[in-house]
């Protein structure tokens, strides 16, 4: 199963394989014992984007 938002790598046989990947992020001090979490985020096709020019990476 796969979407458009999955990422796609081709191996040099042809074979392609789709995967899902997330983002975890967390503020941390060594002097504090308080950490703070950020909320996950999945790691898109479309969140590949050029800055500059919006134009998706391939």
């Not at 046989?13 to 996950?40: C, E, N, R, W």
């Amino acid at each position: 199963m796969f979407s458009d938002a999955c990422l796609r790598k081709t191996s040099r046989s042809g074979k392609t394989t789709y995967s899902l990947q997330m983002m975890g992020a967390a503020l941390v001090h060594p002097d504090h014992k308080a950490v703070i979490p950020f909320p996950p985020e999945v790691i898109q096709r479309d969140t590949f984007r050029c800055m500059d020019f919006g134009m998706p990476f391939e």
